[in-house]
């Protein structure tokens, strides 16, 4: 099968994208950029070939290329089923990485400089702690469980470090010890490729969907057609065509200059492919905003950027959280239950508290300042886009902000005071966008 | 001042091909023009010379040139080769540390920061003080300031003169007599005081009649861009085939010389059908034709170069390349008028334009040019350039059809300088244009 | 404390016409004869004398604290705030009252401004008013009397009014006397700071910027008799002398802050353009030839004037004394070229007299006092202490 594939090497995320001969998005992978580029660069590449067959896999089942005999599932079952198989699946990586973890933790105690008496309970701790951090994400990757960090580090680190802190002794093994260990090993846990693979994970996927009774009222025969389906989708040879890399770290990618594509272009023509009726979009990301114009081919016909100052992106919000100790992602909620909107001169990072401060002290309710702080970020934004050209219908907004219900309800009243009533496109996977374009890129290219 | 400047001959016993002999002559006779500048600065003492520190646009170097005992100084190509040779960044925090605010001009913190460490020039000499601030206050507001401290550094006299903003876009009579007078009654008797010599007209009118020579070849070279492809970039290279007219040497011999070989040069490579030549070469087959405006970012001007011709990307006109005088739109020095000419030319400064005409200006260099770019480099330290340029940007997409580009810098101040930043933008815009043509053909 | 209804009146009305950015006020004085014109002018100085004497009502404008929606597209990050209000309130009609503006040279970025506006207003008025910078005697008297004629002439056309010599003459007394009466108050405050405060003062220059002098002249003079009926309280504040504020003008919060952190505001340079000329326009002989040499021989020794064959920061060394003040607070706009240059040499000859001085910078839209409050409350009390050895 002939695929593109577009990377997008973020300054915190790299991203994969694949794509079909007919525009189809087949798979996406995400990583954290760590680092160390060449690694997050595969990851993010096995994961989004992993995703390729499984949508290969979901496309093959559901068309009726295979038949499921005499035990056929109903369509809406065997989504289910699938949803599970593919939690299943992520199960089997999670699990083969934290075998990892515990292997390199064993071996760090036996060469660190940990105290000989101690070595022995902080390995009994530790295998403990493993277990139950095996034991607990069964429970993580349930069907329908709550939506959770794609990330190994953050899944495994929570859960560690809860672990850590009710294992340890103050006269024996002590939390900072257990930390210490992982701190020490988690970095190159990240750093080894391991197989996590669809290959050698999709067969113990399969067993553990089946089993325990799992087969959810599929025959037997349906079992083995399953089973021969996905041998089948494992053997479709995925073929790259081409490939584009975008981002922060483009340079980095292992690729001849004419396949590397700018942001901003791979930005423009990724939300276009989204949203095929884009005229104008921002992206608002943790370090830089950027405001597009595209023609209908998705072509960027102008953009304007901020300057070498982060006032008004992500990581003033970021600023923000940390001066009320909260959480980034309560920052939206709670500025939306906000009476009035409190007026926000500085959306410079420098400036942020002490103004966020004042407020505060003058008696104004953090509801009504959050509400403020978020109009002040868009009202940068405005003015990125008025340099850009203003904003036509239709218009897509991306990047992490995209996220915060108040930064959005804030662009669009401004948007229709400024522009008039405007389609507002926001995708639940726009952190991909750039990746998007890079492979639509990377099929253009060919093709043309 | 002309009889200073040491003559090179062309060393006819090397044959090298001949390109490259020619692009070396241009090039060692600025070279040398410069060096023997700086070695009579340093000998002024000796010489009895006397010393003007006056600026560029608007500078009236034929009037200095013609006592044969003043030397002039200029305060921002001191800074700006200061800047070249990476020595600006603790000289502009020296002034800080003076008390001088993050928010000003760059090119008078870097100029106060040299006088606070021995005022050692940038090529290694020491400038000497004023005996004279020829304050020649035209199209920048901050030539007053930056002239009111140095006052108070040197304990030097000013003499002022105020040329008129073409606001409403024309010169009047009376802005003319204005010029006229000042320079008149308060330049020309400061002159003589500081030089101990009569005035003499005659010697003023030679040196104009120089300056003309010299400019009808400047601008040969300068409009030689607007073939395709075009054999000079007129914005980076410019920044070396400006220097002498706008500085020092105009109305000299020497200037005479360096633009007939430059032309020459120039005509040479039109004819081989050759492009500009960058710091690394001969440059790549042109891709990008652009119109620059805004001033070069100094501290960083070879890596900001680099950026365009990796990219094949040739400056074919720009705005900078006028900030001592718009040669091109048809004015010349006319040793039949001196004084009057010498008042026009002030006017005629880039930056002492009004935003319509600079509007008109650019628009009509993107079509007369054949430019698939607009480019603004908005200068921090540089309001006069700056503020405003983001409604030129607009307008003259608008009135051509073809999408700017903006990216912000610094002058001397190498805290304004983002590589990674000014590049993503490059970039992004050069591809940009390149599917832009995609996309129509 | 009985209540001084002359004083309140006052009072709310300079608030109400400080609020007015909408210009209603404009609106309503263009609307009681057919044909009247207004035209708005930026900050520092324009002869306003000479729209007065065609029928027209001068408008100062020197931005506002609001909302920027609009205005930020058109300036980078590194430029001022008051062209970024100023455009704001030109888009979205803020300013519709106005048949023109006139930009006077002050620095570049307002040099600019009236560039942009010739482009984005194409329709109205717009001026860009070189006033000279060469102050040597007999030298640009003739270049500035043109200019003014050309002014002069413009607002003929505009107005439909010829300027008679007689009708300039009676403009110029009338500003002259409102220079008077603004002189007076200054006097006053540096004489008695409890019994005028800065704020009240700023609010009644401010209220000049949109009636006509006249009613300006009346409103200063009631407020000079309503003053002293009052009784208030004289505290022991250090007295101190504002600078750097020449152009874009500070929130009212902040002139709050450093009252209320102990200092007495006893010399300003708020609305400057009212006391510009420090001397009084001659009222006899020819009329234009009389402001353009006042300017030239009176201009007030400010940042945007350039300060020839004299010490820098003599003049504010002088005004020091004068008004008894004891230590300068230096407090300049962001990014404000003109202030920013001038500190160091203005504070030097501060330095040099013995003055204490202190220095912050702000913006229109300073939305935090906080921490000048703690600067200049610490500042006052260093004076105070310094001043008991």
């Known amino acids: 099968m002939k695929l ?11 991203k994969a994208v694949v794509m079909d001969a007919n525009q189809v998005i087949l798979g996406k992978g995400i990583t954290n950029s760590r680092s160390n580029y060449d690694t997050a660069c595969a990851i993010a590449q096995n994961e989004a070939f992993i995703d390729t067959r499984f949508s290969l896999f979901r496309r093959q089942m559901s068309t009726g290329a295979v038949e499921l005999g005499t035990g056929a599932v109903e369509l809406g079952n065997l989504e289910a089923f699938l949803t599970g198989l593919e939690a299943n699946f992520r199960l089997e990586q999670f699990l083969r990485q934290l075998r990892h973890l515990t292997e390199i933790s064993m071996a760090e105690i036996s060469k660190g400089r940990v105290d000989q008496a101690l070595r022995t309970p902080l390995r009994d701790k530790l295998e403990q702690l493993f277990e139950e951090i095996a034991v607990e994400a069964l429970e993580w990757f349930r069907p329908g469980a709550a939506k959770r960090s794609d990330f190994f580090r953050d899944l495994a680190g929570n859960a560690y470090m809860r672990g850590a802190e009710a294992l340890a ?49 599929l025959s037997e025969e349906a079992e083995a057609e399953i089973r021969s389906a996905a041998d089948q989708v494992l053997d479709i040879s995925l073929e790259v065509l081409n490939a584009v890399g975008t981002g922060y770290g483009r340079a980095r990618l292992p690729f001849p200059k004419e396949r590397i594509r700018s942001e901003i272009l791979c930005h423009g023509l990724g939300a276009h492919t989204m949203f095929p009726g884009t005229a104008t979009v921002l992206d608002i990301g943790g370090q830089d905003t950027k405001a597009i114009q595209v023609d209908p081919e998705g072509i960027v ?148 | 001042m002309s009889a200073q400047v040491t003559r090179i001959k062309p060393e006819a016993d090397q044959p090298l091909p001949g390109n490259e002999v020619q692009k070396e002559r241009s090039m060692v006779l600025q070279k040398e023009m410069i060096a023997s500048h700086y070695k009579a600065l340093a000998a002024s003492a000796e010489t009895g010379c006397k010393v003007v520190y006056t600026f560029v646009p608007g500078n009236l170097n034929e009037l200095i040139g013609s006592f044969d005992n003043l030397l002039p100084v200029h305060p921002e190509i001191n800074a700006l080769q200061n800047a070249m040779r990476k020595r600006t960044g603790k000289m502009v925090l020296e002034a800080e540390k003076l008390g001088h605010s993050e928010d000003v001009c760059a090119y008078v913190k870097a100029d106060i920061g040299m006088a606070r460490s021995g005022n050692i020039g940038p090529s290694g000499t020491r400038i000497p003080d004023p005996h004279l601030l020829l304050l020649s206050y035209t199209g920048c507001f901050t030539f007053l300031k930056w002239f009111e401290l140095l006052r108070e550094e040197y304990n030097a006299p000013v003499a002022m003169l105020h040329t008129p903003y073409q606001g409403d876009g024309i010169v009047t009579d009376s802005m003319r007599a204005y010029m006229v007078r000042q320079i008149k009654e308060e330049v020309i008797p400061k002159l003589e005081k500081v030089s101990g010599r009569k005035f003499d007209i005659d010697k003023l009118r030679e040196m104009l009649a120089r300056s003309r020579q010299a400019e009808d070849d400047l601008v040969a070279v300068l409009e030689s861009a607007k073939n395709v492809p075009s054999p000079i970039d007129a914005y980076f290279g410019a920044v070396y085939y400006i220097g002498p007219i706008f500085s020092a040497f105009r109305g000299t011999e020497a200037a005479v010389e360096y633009y007939r070989e430059l032309r020459k040069e120039v005509e040479a490579r039109l004819a081989a059908g050759q492009g500009p030549v960058t710091p690394e070469g ?132 190498p805290r304004y300088f983002s590589g990674a930043n000014i590049k993503t933008r490059m970039e992004s815009y050069f591809q940009m244009i390149e599917q832009k043509r995609k996309g129509a053909a | 404390m009985k209540k001084n209804k002359a004083l309140e009146k006052i009072q709310q009305r300079c608030q109400a016409l400080y609020e007015d950015l909408n210009l ?115 030298l640009a008297g003739e270049y500035y009397i043109a200019e003014l004629r050309t002014l002069a002439a413009d607002m003929e056309r505009l107005s439909g009014h010829r300027i008679t010599d007689d009708a300039l003459r009676e403009s110029i007394r009338l500003y002259n006397r409102n220079r008077e009466l603004v002189l007076e108050l200054y006097d006053l405050r540096a004489e008695k700071p409890w019994q005028v405060r800065t ?30 009926g009052e009784e208030r309280q004289a505290l022991d504040n250090s007295r101190i002398v504002l600078t750097g504020a020449f152009c874009e003008q500070p929130p009212l919060g902040l002139i709050h802050t450093i009252e209320r952190s102990g200092c007495y505001i006893v010399d300003d340079d708020f609305v400057l353009g009212s006391r ?114």
């Not at chain 3, 929606?69 to 062209?83: L, N, T, V």
């Not at chain 3, 700023?202 to 002249?217: F, Q």
Request: glycine content about 10%.
């Open chain 1, 4 to 14: 593109y594939l577009g990377i997008d090497l973020g300054s915190t995320t790299t």
């Open chain 1, 169 to 217: 002794e103050p006269d024996g093994v002590t939390y900072d010890m257990l930390v210490n260990v992982y701190d020490k090993c988690i970095i190159r846990v990240e750093n080894t490729l391991l197989d996590l693979s669809l290959e050698g994970n999709m067969g113990k996927a399969l067993d553990r969907s089946f089993g325990d009774g799992g087969r959810d009222g």
């Open chain 1, 301 to 448: 016909t102008s953009f304007q950027m901020n300057d070498r100052c982060a006032a008004g992106c992500g990581r003033y919000l970021g600023y923000i959280a940390d001066e009320l100790n909260m959480g980034v992602q309560e920052l939206g909620p709670l500025a939306m239950q906000a009476n009035k909107s409190v007026r926000i001169n500085s959306t410079c990072t420098v400036f942020a508290g002490a103004e966020l401060r004042e407020r505060l002290n003058n008696g104004e309710r953090r509801e009504d300042i959050l509400q403020g702080l978020h109009r002040a970020i868009i009202l940068r934004a405005m003015s990125l886009l008025a340099r850009s050209g203003g904003i036509e219908d239709e218009f897509t907004f991306t990047g992490g902000v995209a996220n915060n219900e108040a930064a959005v309800h804030a662009l669009s009243t401004l948007v229709e005071e400024n522009y008039g009533k405007r389609k507002l496109n926001i995708s639940a996977n726009s952190i991909y966008t750039g990746a998007v374009g890079a492979a639509l890129f990377a099929l253009r290219n060919v093709a043309g």
């Open chain 2, 282 to 413: 001969e440059m790549g087959p042109e891709r990008y034709r652009l119109v620059v405006e805004g001033p070069p970012n100094w501290t960083s001007f070879r890596d900001f170069w680099k950026m365009f011709y990796d990219e094949g990307a040739v400056v074919v006109a720009s705005s900078y390349a006028k900030v001592g005088g718009l040669y091109d739109q048809g004015f010349r020095h006319d040793p039949e008028h001196p004084l009057e000419s010498l008042a026009d030319y002030c006017f005629g400064c880039y930056t002492n334009l009004n935003l319509p005409s600079r509007v008109a200006l650019l628009s009509k260099y993107v079509r007369e040019y054949q430019a698939d770019g607009f480019l603004i480099n908005s200068i921090k330290s540089c309001n006069s350039f700056s503020a405003g340029q983001l409604l030129i940007l607009r307008e003259v997409e608008q009135r051509t059809g073809i999408a700017g580009g903006f990216v912000e810098s610094d002058l001397v101040d």
């Open chain 3, 24 to 138: 209603a006020t404009v609106r309503a004085w263009k609307a009681e004869a057919p044909g009247r014109k207004a035209i708005g002018f930026m900050p520092v100085y324009i002869p306003r004398e000479i729209l007065h004497a065609a029928g027209i009502l001068p408008v100062g404008l020197m931005g506002a604290d609001i909302e920027i929606i609009r205005g930020d597209a058109y300036f980078q990050s590194y430029i001022c705030h008051i062209p970024r209000s100023t455009i704001e309130m030109a888009v979205n009609g803020s300013l519709d009252a106005l048949d023109g503006v006139i930009f006077p040279s002050i620095c570049d970025v307002i040099r600019n401004l009236s560039g942009m506006w010739k482009m984005m207003f194409p329709d109205k008025y717009s001026k860009y008013l070189d006033l000279p910078q060469n102050f040597t005697p007999g």
């Open chain 3, 199 to 228: 704020v009240e003062l700023y609010l009644l220059l401010r209220a000049g910027n949109l009636l006509p002098v006249e009613e300006h002249n009346a409103m200063l003079e009631a407020y000079r008799e309503a003053i002293e």
């Open chain 3, 276 to 389: 510009f000329l420090t001397a009084p326009i001659p009222e006899e002989g020819d009329p234009v030839a009389n402001i353009a040499q006042t300017f030239l021989d009176h201009a007030m020794e400010t940042p945007f004037v350039y300060i020839a064959e004299k010490e820098k920061g003599e003049a504010l060394v002088r005004q020091c004394r004068r008004r008894r003040g004891e230590g300068v607070i230096f407090s300049a706009a962001s990014f404000c070229d003109p202030a920013l240059l001038d500190q160091p040499m203005v504070s030097a000859a501060v330095e040099r007299e013995g003055i204490p001085y202190t220095e912050f910078k702000y913006a229109e839209n300073t939305g935090q006092f906080q921490v000048i409050k703690e600067q200049t409350g610490t500042f006052s009390d260093s004076i105070k202490l310094w001043g008991n050895e």
